[in-house]
């Protein structure tokens, strides 16, 4: 394994089908975070290059978008899909630290990838939506007090502040966490 120290990367459900391009909201928190520009994956999962995200999507059909990946991401062949090209990218870090928003805990834990792969991974998960707990070296759960819908998966988070599903990268509650849990996760 021909490996670098750290990568961090963004892994989220689809709100336009098959778009990996990294949202101005997501671009703009990588730039606020304390994390350098060539520690971040380019893309959105799964990590390779389709088109940039639109500028203008309409709120409705973004999340019917979403549901369906989460759905999708629940069939086998969904791991059979990415598993293989996801760790080929991953394995290139001895430190992963994902950021998980909404369903992309889900499609985290639905790829199945091998255990030693996991050990080296951290998931800051935002407004978590998933059916069960990620099985990575650590993770961290931030929640909106406003986001019913994570809390009706997750109503045990470590933290909670006010904010609602949608609000998250301008939360300077998120940014103050992401930067403390990555500090934790580099210096450990």
């Not at 203008?56 to 086998?76: C, D, E, G, I, Q």
Request: a positive charge.
């Amino acid at each position: 394994m021909n490996s670098r120290s750290f990568i961090a990367g963004f892994i989220t459900g689809h709100s336009v089908p098959g778009c990996t391009g990294l949202s101005q909201e997501q671009q703009d928190f990588q730039k606020r975070s304390g994390i350098g520009a060539g520690q971040w994956l380019g893309h959105n999962f799964p990590w390779s290059e389709t088109f940039p995200f639109p500028e203008r999507f309409l709120l409705l059909k973004a999340s019917y978008h979403n549901v369906t990946h989460y759905l999708r991401s629940r069939r086998p062949a969904f791991a059979l899909e990415h598993r293989d090209a996801v760790s080929s990218i991953l394995n290139r870090y001895e430190t992963i630290l994902l950021l998980a928003g909404s369903c992309g805990l889900e499609l985290f834990n639905n790829l199945q990838l091998p255990e030693a792969l996991r050990r080296r991974i951290h998931i800051f998960a935002y407004g978590p939506v998933s059916r069960r707990l990620p099985e990575v070296a650590s993770h961290l759960f931030v929640q909106g007090a406003h986001d019913w819908l994570s809390r009706f998966y997750h109503p045990q988070v470590q933290h909670r502040y006010p904010c609602a599903h949608m609000g998250y990268l301008q939360a300077p509650e998120t940014l103050r966490l992401f930067n403390d849990y990555h500090q934790k996760v580099v210096s450990a």
